[in-house]
């Protein structure tokens, strides 16, 4: 059974999104950033603050390369995933991807809606939306590499809709 692999910004839904998707397939969830706070015995803020992005880019890329290759598992990856090392090609070869395209309007207002200030590569910028809109940009050409795109806010029926002919 091919995994699927959910790539995208911060809070364009890869985990909520891939939580029920996964519950439908009857496939095995796993999100990537649990997986690297479970690794490191901290959650990603307090890594990139203590050991820095190189080091946490290090660790994301080796875990998500030791998740098996068409096992019947939905990936929620983390937003800058796909665009570090070889990691997209990883993605690409190991099911089928899905980039979920959300806008940066969208993106921040889950992201203030949220109340949490666990976004490490945002901290510091004057302008969320701005701030979104670029790092969207910077990362277009890794996410549009994706098998899918699905533009916009979705849900979950929409996703098992496009994945379901390629798997």
Known sequence: MKNIILVGMMSSGKTTLGKKLAR????????LDKMIEADQSMDIPALFSEKGEAHFREVESRLLKSIQKNAGLVVASGGGA??????????????????????????????????????????????????????????????????????????????????????
Do not use: W
């Not at 439908?24 to 999100?31: E, G, P, R, S, W």
């Not at 070889?86 to 395209?101: A, C, H, P, R, W």
């Not at 940066?104 to 949220?114: P, T, V």
């Open 24 to 31: 439908v397939l009857n496939y095995k969830f796993i999100d």
């Open 82 to 167: 796909p665009c570090f090392f070889d990691n997209m090609q990883f993605i690409k070869e190991s099911g089928v991807s899905i980039f979920l395209d959300v806008s940066a309007k969208d993106l921040a207002e889950r992201i203030k809606n949220h109340g949490k200030d666990d976004r490490p590569i945002l901290s510091g910028a004057v302008s969320l939306e701005a701030e979104l809109s670029r790092k969207i940009e910077e990362r277009r050409q890794f996410y549009e590499q994706a098998d899918i795109v699905i533009h916009g806010v979705t849900d979950a029926d929409t996703l098992l809709k496009s994945v379901t002919p390629l798997l």
